[in-house]
Structure formats: structure tokens, C-alpha cells
């Protein structure tokens, strides 16, 4: 087989994987027909318990409950603190897919897109789900590094109140821009 | 007779009949004014096989003036599927104005960097031009059918089940297509024959495929989405990327932070 016709057969074989997966039916298989559906449901639901996730991860507490109590503890309190990381991992997932369900709607029931905007939102979502998946696979395979979770503690600290101070904003700015869109439907014009 | 010679005519008469059977739905159910190129398309190819037939008949299969004839009407066919590959684009995406101009463009780059990766690879033998300015046409089409109904999936757009089974036959057809062409030149001849039933069996499923698409009596509607203003857009777009962002970001931290006792 030469390499030309390989590559064909390859292509050929991608286009239909793309296909098969494009056919099948998305499990949030939703699309509102107006955008005020948008601000129906909080935008992000887990995003904000940061304070807790932080207080899980503290290492002050394991080392005391390791020193105070028995191996079986420790290694109880382990496995917990792996449970909550998942948990975790899984809620930054949920609020990620809902962001973007979110803008995809957003971005279809627009007259215009900026095409920056979109590719920059694809790629976002190309890495997230990359990265989601490699975390996932190793905690679950128990082979996460040991090293400096006070930094990391810091780290969600610090992203966690920015974030939620941003989605503040974003749902008074949502339920603002949707407000306006419905004063402007309801007086007979023309939103397109 | 060879057996390949007459399973080659017993599935020829089966497409010309399903190709003139499509037809005929099209028409009486009137949906040739909702689908005019796919109709266009179909009686091409309904056409197309009967002046090969007459021309074979007179001149044989391999003379000269009959490679010109069939390759001529080939070119016909193929401009009528790229225009109702076009025409199922518009239906599917055209109501939605912003995406539709952000894909008519990412739809014309794939077609454009398909072509000339084809052209690239099959190195323009002059020899083969036409068979390989064919396949790289049809390649061009399964990839924009493919990059569609991805997009559509991407942003939730809904499709009527006749535009995605019509978009499944031309997919599938052109996709065979594309392998039948590549291995077409390397086969020897004796087996020749035979190879050309496959395209002809695929041609027969696309075929009953869209005759499934046409068969019941009314053409699901897709409702006119009710728009927002534009300003929305651009005040919520940013806005949701940043928070997008941040929850990369978070992500990130969670990978890259070395975490003990887990």
C-alpha cells in the first residue's frame, strides 16, 4: 500500500468516526429557542464551594489526625481526600460544560459571531477536557506526585474567590442583558 | 457472460430504478422546491446513466469518444452534488445567521485545504487528471458533509431527520467514492470488474437512504429561532470566555500542583 492511498484510507476512516460521533445524540440535548432560557439555572453550581474543597486539602488536619491516630486512619483520610479531589475535578467539569453550553447557545441565536471568540472558546474547551482527563486517570491510578499542597491550597483560594467574584458579575450582566431583550420583544421590536 | 457483467447490470438497473423511484417521490410529494439541487443532482445522475447506456451500446465501453461522454456527464453530476451539498449547508445553518457566516468560511478553508492536499498526494499524473480532480471533489464533499453535522453538533443546532439522512448518503457514497478511486489504479485488471460493484452497492445504499429521507408524506419544520440582538453577544461572549478561562486555569493548578496524602 503506498502512502498515498494509506493516507486516504486514514482520512477516510477519520471522516466517518467524526461522522458516527457527530450523529450521535449529545447527552444535554437542549437548544432553547430564545436566550432567555439562558438564566434559567445558575451558571455555575460547584465552582464556588472553594473554601470547603480547601479545607478538605488541609494539610494541617491530616497530619494531626496521621500523628493522633492509627494507619488505618491515615490511610482512610487518604482515601477520602482522592474521593474529594475526584469530586471535585468532576464539579470544575459540570460548570466548564455549562459555561459553554451556555455560549453555544449564546453564539447560535446571535446574529453575529466574532470568530476569534468562538475558535478561542473551542480550543478552551479542547484543552479542558484534555487535561480533565489526564487529572481523572491519575488520581484514580493513585499516582499523583507528592509535593507542596499548602501551594496548591493557595492556588484554589485565590482562583476560587476570583472566580466567584466573576460569576457574580456575569449572572447580574446576563440577567441585565435578558431583561433588556425582553422590554425590547415585548415592545414589538425587532431583536435581529 | 461473466458473473461480475451481470451482477454489474442486475445492480446498474437497481439504482437506475431506485434513482427514477426518488424522482418521483420528489416530485409528487413536492419536494423539489424545498430540495431543488438534490433533485437536480438525482435526475443527473437518472440522465447520466441512460445517454452511458445508449453510448456504450453504440460506440463500446472503450472507446474514446464514450471516456469523453462519461467523464463529461461525470463532471455534471459531481457540480449538481457539490451545489446540493451547498444547498443542505444553507438549510441546516443558514437560519442561524452568525454561525452560518462563521462556517460558510471554515467550510470553504476545509474544501480548499482538502483539494489541494488531494492534488498534492496524487502528484497531477496528467495521465489520471479527471479521476483524480474527481476523488479530491468528493473527499472535498465528505469532509464539508463530516465538518456540518460536526458544527451542528457543536452548537446544539437541531437537524430534521431528512437533512441528516440525506447528509449520511452523501457522506457515505463520496467517502467510498474517494477509497474506490485510490484503489482503482492499483487493481489488476482481472479484478477490475469486480471492484466496481462495491461503489455500485454503496451508490444503491445512499440511494434507499434518501428514499427512506423522502418516504413519509410531510418534511419535518425546523422553527425560526427568534434571535437576539447583537450587542448581547458581544457584552456576554467575553464575559463567559474569561470565566472559561478561569476554570482552565483551575484545572491547570490542579495538574500542575503537586498534591501529598492523596
Same mark, same amino acid.
Request: charged residues 15%.
Given at each position: %500500500?503506498?502512502?498515498?492511498?494509506? +493516507?486516504?484510507?486514514?482520512?477516510?476512516?477519520?471522516?466517518?468516526?467524526?461522522?458516527?460521533?457527530?450523529?450521535?445524540?449529545?447527552?444535554?440535548?437542549?437548544?432553547?429557542?430564545?436566550?432567555?432560557?439562558?438564566?434559567?439555572?445558575? @451558571?455555575?453550581?460547584?465552582? &464556588?464551594?472553594?473554601?470547603?474543597?480547601?479545607?478538605?486539602?488541609?494539610?494541617?488536619? #491530616?497530619?494531626?489526625?496521621? +500523628?493522633?491516630?492509627?494507619?488505618?486512619?491515615?490511610?482512610? &483520610?487518604?482515601?477520602?481526600?482522592?474521593?474529594?479531589?475526584?469530586?471535585?475535578?468532576?464539579?470544575?467539569?459540570?460548570?466548564?460544560?455549562?459555561?459553554? !453550553?451556555?455560549?453555544?447557545?449564546?453564539?447560535?441565536?446571535?446574529?453575529?459571531?466574532?470568530?476569534?471568540?468562538?475558535?478561542?472558546?473551542?480550543?478552551?474547551?479542547?484543552?479542558?477536557?484534555?487535561?480533565?482527563?489526564?487529572?481523572?486517570?491519575? @488520581?484514580?491510578?493513585?499516582?499523583?506526585?507528592?509535593?507542596?499542597?499548602? !501551594? %496548591?491550597?493557595? %492556588?484554589?483560594?485565590?482562583?476560587?474567590?476570583?472566580?466567584?467574584?466573576?460569576?457574580?458579575? @456575569?449572572?447580574?450582566?446576563?440577567?441585565?442583558?435578558?431583561?433588556?431583550?425582553?422590554?425590547?420583544?415585548?415592545?414589538?421590536?425587532?431583536?435581529? | 457472460? *461473466?458473473?461480475?457483467?451481470?451482477?454489474?447490470?442486475?445492480?446498474?438497473?437497481?439504482?437506475?430504478?431506485? =434513482?427514477?423511484?426518488?424522482?418521483?417521490?420528489?416530485?409528487?410529494?413536492?419536494?423539489?422546491?424545498?430540495?431543488?439541487?438534490?433533485?437536480?443532482?438525482?435526475?443527473?445522475?437518472?440522465?447520466? +446513466?441512460?445517454?452511458?447506456?445508449?453510448?456504450?451500446?453504440?460506440?463500446? #465501453?472503450?472507446?474514446?469518444?464514450? #471516456?469523453?461522454?462519461?467523464?463529461?456527464?461525470?463532471?455534471? &453530476?459531481?457540480?449538481?452534488?457539490?451545489?446540493?451539498?451547498?444547498?443542505?449547508?444553507?438549510?441546516?445553518?443558514?437560519?442561524?445567521?452568525?454561525?452560518?457566516?462563521?462556517?460558510?468560511?471554515?467550510?470553504?478553508?476545509?474544501?480548499?485545504?482538502?483539494?489541494?492536499?488531494?492534488?498534492?498526494?496524487?502528484?497531477?499524473?496528467?495521465?489520471?487528471?479527471?479521476?483524480?480532480?474527481?476523488?479530491?471533489?468528493?473527499?472535498?464533499?465528505?469532509?464539508?458533509?463530516?465538518?456540518?453535522?460536526?458544527?451542528?453538533?457543536?452548537?446544539?443546532? *437541531?437537524?430534521?431527520?431528512?437533512?441528516?439522512?440525506?447528509?449520511?448518503?452523501?457522506?457515505?457514497?463520496?467517502?467510498?467514492?474517494?477509497?474506490?478511486?485510490?484503489?482503482?489504479?492499483?487493481?489488476?485488471?482481472?479484478?477490475? +470488474?469486480?471492484?466496481? @460493484?462495491?461503489?455500485?452497492?454503496?451508490?444503491?445504499?445512499?440511494?434507499?437512504?434518501?428514499?427512506?429521507?423522502?418516504?413519509?408524506?410531510?418534511?419535518?419544520?425546523?422553527? =425560526?429561532?427568534?434571535?437576539?440582538? *447583537?450587542?448581547?453577544? =458581544?457584552?456576554?461572549?467575553?464575559?463567559?470566555?474569561?470565566?472559561?478561562? %478561569?476554570?482552565?486555569?483551575?484545572?491547570?493548578?490542579?495538574?500542575?500542583?503537586?498534591?501529598?496524602?492523596?
Amino acid at each position: %500500500m503506498t502512502l498515498g492511498l494509506l +493516507s486516504f484510507v486514514l482520512l477516510v476512516a477519520g471522516l466517518l468516526i467524526i461522522l458516527y460521533w457527530s450523529l450521535r445524540r449529545p447527552a444535554d440535548d437542549t437548544f432553547p429557542e430564545t436566550v432567555h432560557t439562558i438564566g434559567a439555572e445558575p @451558571l455555575l453550581r460547584h465552582a &464556588v464551594y472553594f473554601s470547603q474543597v480547601r479545607q478538605s486539602f488541609s494539610d494541617d488536619d #491530616f497530619h494531626f489526625l496521621a +500523628s493522633r491516630g492509627s494507619g488505618k486512619l491515615a490511610s482512610r &483520610v487518604r482515601g477520602e481526600r482522592r474521593r474529594v479531589a475526584l469530586e471535585y475535578l468532576r464539579a470544575l467539569q459540570e460548570d466548564f460544560r455549562n459555561l459553554m !453550553r451556555v455560549a453555544r447557545v449564546l453564539a447560535a441565536l446571535s446574529p453575529a459571531v466574532v470568530a476569534q471568540q468562538e475558535s478561542e472558546r473551542f480550543w478552551l474547551a479542547v484543552h479542558f477536557e484534555c487535561r480533565y482527563q489526564m487529572t481523572r486517570a491519575i @488520581l484514580i491510578a493513585r499516582g499523583f506526585p507528592l509535593g507542596h499542597l499548602h !501551594r %496548591m491550597t493557595q %492556588m484554589i483560594g485565590t482562583l476560587g474567590a476570583r472566580l466567584e467574584a466573576a460569576m457574580v458579575g @456575569l449572572s447580574e450582566q446576563a440577567a441585565r442583558a435578558v431583561d433588556l431583550a425582553s422590554t425590547v420583544n415585548r415592545g414589538g421590536g425587532d431583536l435581529s | 457472460m *461473466p458473473p461480475a457483467e451481470t451482477i454489474q447490470n442486475v445492480l446498474w438497473t437497481t439504482s437506475l430504478a431506485l =434513482q427514477i423511484v426518488l424522482i418521483v417521490i420528489l416530485f409528487h410529494r413536492r419536494n423539489h422546491r424545498a430540495y431543488p439541487f438534490f433533485t437536480a443532482y438525482i435526475a443527473l445522475g437518472v440522465a447520466q +446513466s441512460m445517454i452511458l447506456a445508449l453510448v456504450y451500446r453504440w460506440w463500446g #465501453f472503450t472507446a474514446f469518444r464514450s #471516456f469523453q461522454v462519461a467523464w463529461l456527464s461525470q463532471s455534471l &453530476v459531481l457540480a449538481a452534488r457539490a451545489s446540493a451539498v451547498a444547498e443542505l449547508c444553507r438549510k441546516v445553518l443558514g437560519i442561524y445567521r452568525g454561525i452560518w457566516a462563521l462556517a460558510i468560511r471554515l467550510l470553504a478553508v476545509i474544501a480548499l485545504i482538502v483539494v489541494v492536499y488531494a492534488c498534492y498526494v496524487s502528484s497531477w499524473r496528467w495521465k489520471v487528471t479527471v479521476l483524480e480532480a474527481d476523488r479530491a471533489t468528493e473527499l472535498a464533499i465528505a469532509s464539508i458533509i463530516v465538518v456540518l453535522l460536526a458544527f451542528s453538533r457543536y452548537y446544539r443546532v *437541531p437537524i430534521t431527520t431528512t437533512d441528516r439522512l440525506i447528509a449520511i448518503g452523501l457522506c457515505i457514497y463520496s467517502s467510498s467514492y474517494v477509497i474506490n478511486n485510490s484503489v482503482d489504479v492499483k487493481i489488476p485488471q482481472e479484478y477490475y +470488474s469486480y471492484w466496481n @460493484l462495491l461503489i455500485e452497492a454503496v451508490y444503491i445504499t445512499s440511494l434507499a437512504i434518501w428514499t427512506k429521507a423522502f418516504w413519509s408524506s410531510a418534511l419535518e419544520k425546523v422553527e =425560526q429561532p427568534r434571535l437576539v440582538e *447583537p450587542s448581547l453577544y =458581544q457584552e456576554l461572549s467575553p464575559a463567559i470566555n474569561l470565566r472559561l478561562r %478561569m476554570l482552565n486555569e483551575q484545572l491547570l493548578a490542579f495538574w500542575r500542583t503537586k498534591v501529598p496524602h492523596l
